[in-house]
């Protein structure tokens, strides 16, 4: 049961560079999120999805793209990646979009931008 | 806006003893979820225990339950027996009743536990 993919794992980018992190569910969910974490930050939402072809922003959506055109996957866009973008960013998912409906969470990607 | 506080950056227990951390929150609102959720070295997100404010019986899985005080706002987690597994940081974590454009998980700085032999 492979839940919530996320890859890579690891990624070091210079300023500038773009790329995409992948996220790929096989659980049917409709809601999709992505978040990053910051030392002494917690988690923070950054865009998430209700279904397939809506997308929404969250806290910190500034230098970040997503798309959403199967209920599986949902990449996130780094269009220029900016010293301040290095973090850990999770993928979660769950059934609904209501709160009684349980996040599962990706293992997370650790990127590094110099 | 709703806020999550974890005022304990790090706390430290003896294996076999029973260690609370602290989870304070801000909220207007009458029904919402709230988590708690551990992040071990392999930087997982595992959730560890979920409490629904509309309902008064204290959450409890195994080792691990709360105190919920709704009118204080507060939202503590107690872990009995802890093993040297329990080592991690752990988010205390907030979630609207409703979906839509609401429907996020708010969470706390964290708090890191560290287990002693």
């Known amino acids: 049961n492979a839940g919530v993919t996320q890859t890579p794992k690891f990624q070091v980018l210079k300023t500038g560079q773009s790329m995409t992190l992948q996220c790929a569910q096989d659980?049917?969910?409709?809601?999709m999120s992505w978040y990053r974490q910051d030392p002494g930050m917690g988690l923070r939402l950054i865009h998430y999805?209700?279904?397939?072809?809506?997308?929404d922003q969250g806290e910190v959506p500034n230098g970040y793209n997503v798309s959403r055109s199967t209920t599986e996957d949902f990449p996130l866009r780094l269009l220029s990646a900016a010293p301040s973008q290095t973090s850990v960013y999770f993928c979660?998912?769950?059934?609904?979009?209501?709160?009684?409906?349980?996040?599962?969470f990706g293992n997370g990607t650790r990127l590094t931008v110099t | 806006a709703q806020t999550v506080t974890q005022s304990q950056p790090e706390m430290s227990v003896q294996e076999a003893e029973t260690v609370t951390l602290s989870c304070t929150y801000d909220?207007?609102?009458?029904?919402?979820?709230l988590f708690w959720y551990k992040q071990p070295p392999s930087r997982q997100m595992i959730l560890v225990i979920r409490?629904?404010?509309?309902?008064?019986q204290n959450a409890t899985e195994n080792r691990f339950s709360v105190n919920f005080q709704k009118a204080a706002k507060s939202f503590s987690l107690k872990i009995s027996d802890s093993q040297l597994g329990d080592a991690a940081m752990y988010f205390c974590?907030?979630?609207?009743?409703?979906?839509?454009?609401?429907?996020?998980?708010?969470f706390g700085t964290g708090t890191l536990l560290a287990v002693q032999p």
């Open positions: 979660a998912s769950s059934p609904g979009e209501n709160g009684n409906s349980p996040l599962h």
């Open positions: 659980m049917n969910h409709e809601y």
């Open positions: 999805s209700v279904g397939a072809g809506i997308t």
């Open positions: 909220t207007s609102e009458s029904d919402y979820y």
């Open positions: 409490q629904e404010a509309y309902k008064q």
């Open positions: 974590a907030y979630r609207p009743y409703y979906g839509g454009a609401t429907n996020k998980l708010i």
